[in-house]
């Protein structure tokens, strides 16, 4: 199918943005990457009346270092983040995660910024942005917020964002040396929406100790999840095969998936058990530079 | 009714300017306006990687992009492999290894091939099999296109 018809406007700063917003409100819809927004256009589920096209925004497309944080400006586009050596060296997660979103072509155009506020339950970045003790900053016509992850999910396709606010940057922390991670997903086939997937790092200490365990599933609610009784369980131990069995089995209990075409219910939460042991285990092993 | 837009882009080392309506998908703009209809298109939501073309330089699935936002850009499409009536050797790897048969994925596979070679002159099997995962053949199985892709990559290097 074929898109109906809108008005299209091209924004080159954050303030042109906004100040489009507030004259279109509800009729308009922002476009960046818009690799998800414009299969929706074509099937006509999205009917926008006014397009604002932001891609003109160059003070939104960056990626750099700031003390002990990357920062990225929302514009950015997956295949550059992928590709960075900031991103691969300081947050390797991260860089593992987009490597997984759909395929090249999709990557080139496809924003941080954008997968952010789609808010598909089912996507890369959403989800490991839980574990990287994010920030998300906003601006709107009052002014700027900056929100974390808990704050800006609020359900499925569904953010805090207010009408009028538009997402500039995403703050993340340098993952330290030695941190461990890993980034697996359940998928059908390369590409596609993963049916659960699982983030995890380890914060390690002296002499093999995990001071502090991330653990964060994909696919099993409205938004993505921490497993924080499964966390707990790792906190202050050296880790071994039976406290990852034991994480992986908490962590399948905070799941709540819900059945659906792709997937039961029950599967989901059974390959949460799988992939989170999976996962730990391989970040275990990155833990010890292996 | 929504404003039609000028808009100038360089296709295979051609510049062409129209006016198109926002809500022109590019494909279909390269296939309609321009008449390039070597570009093809398929499922129109991103998945099937058959109206991928190089946009300054990467590939994009057209589909999901319009003409608009195209304005400025220089675009490679499946045209812009040959040069003087003479196949590419990328193309003549295709051909030698019968890596098409109904030959709908083609130019999506060509060029998400021609980006992987240029980026990564001499992928591994499983870098290729990666490159076109991202594009679906009904027909061939795959095998026969990585044996061109792999075929073609000494070639493309000169060799």
Same mark, same amino acid.
Request: overall charge negative.
């Given at each position: ?7 299209? $406007? ?12 507030? /004259? ?39 990626? /750099? ?8 400006? &929302? ?29 090249? *072509? ?16 089912? &996507? ?30 609020? *359900? ?26 890993? $980034? ?25 100790? =995990?001071?502090?365990?991330?653990? =964060? ?8 999840? /921490? ?7 790792? &906190? ?15 962590? &399948? ?38 | 009714?929504?404003? /039609? ?23 279909? $703009? ?12 398929? =499922?129109?939501?991103? $998945? ?90 009904? =027909? ?20």
């Amino acid at each position: 199918m074929k898109p109906s018809a809108f008005e299209y $406007f091209t924004a080159s700063t954050v303030a042109e943005a906004i100040s489009l917003l507030e /004259r279109y409100e509800d009729e308009a819809k922002i476009i960046a990457g818009g690799q998800s927004l414009v299969p929706m256009m074509n099937f006509r589920v999205a009917q926008p009346e006014v397009l604002i096209d932001i891609n003109g925004i160059k003070e939104l497309d960056y990626i /750099r270092q700031e003390d002990d944080e990357i920062v990225i400006g &929302a514009l950015t586009r997956e295949r550059d983040l992928e590709l960075s050596p900031l991103v691969q060296e300081k947050c390797p997660i991260l860089a593992e995660a987009i490597s997984l979103i759909g395929h090249a *072509s999709i990557r080139t155009r496809g924003t941080i910024g954008g997968s952010l506020v789609h808010a598909d339950p089912a &996507a890369e970045i959403p989800l490991t942005i839980y574990g990287l003790d994010a920030k998300m900053k906003v601006v709107g016509p009052s002014g700027e917020r900056t929100l974390e992850p808990e704050e800006f999910f609020l *359900s499925y396709l569904t953010t805090s964002l207010e009408p009028l606010e538009i997402l500039v940057e995403v703050r993340i922390p340098v993952l330290p040396q030695k941190t461990g991670w890993s $980034f697996v997903e359940l998928t059908r086939r390369r590409g596609d929406f993963y049916i659960v997937a699982v983030a995890s790092i380890l914060f390690m200490e002296k002499g093999g100790v =995990c001071k502090e365990a991330r653990i =964060c599933l994909g696919g099993v609610g409205p938004t993505s999840i /921490r497993a924080e009784e499964a966390e707990e369980i790792l &906190a202050g131990q050296v880790i071994t095969d039976e406290l990852i069995e034991k994480a992986g089995q908490k962590a &399948a209990e905070a799941a709540d998936p819900e059945s659906d075409y792709h997937a039961s219910a029950e599967y989901r939460r059974d390959m949460t058990r799988v992939f989170v042991q999976r996962g730990l285990a391989e970040a275990r092993n990155r833990a010890k530079g292996g | 009714m929504a404003e /039609r837009r000028r808009i100038t882009v360089k296709v295979n080392g051609v510049e062409y300017g129209r006016e198109v309506d926002p809500k022109r998908l590019l494909v279909d $703009f390269l296939r309609d306006d321009l008449e390039l209809i070597g570009t093809h298109v398929g =499922c129109e939501h991103g $998945f099937c990687g058959a109206c991928t073309v190089l946009l300054n330089g990467r590939s994009i699935r057209s589909c999901l992009m319009f003409a608009v936002q195209a304005d400025g850009a220089e675009i490679m499409t499946v045209e812009g492999l040959a040069e003087d009536g003479k196949l590419h050797p990328l193309q003549e790897a295709f051909q030698e290894h019968h890596a098409l048969q109904c030959g709908f994925c083609t130019p999506g596979m060509l060029i998400v091939t021609y980006e992987l070679l240029k980026d990564n002159p001499d992928p591994t099997e499983e870098e290729v099999r990666l490159a076109v995962a991202g594009v679906l053949c009904r =027909c061939t199985g795959y095998k026969q296109i990585i044996d061109a892709v792999i075929a073609a990559a000494p070639k493309m290097r000169g060799g």
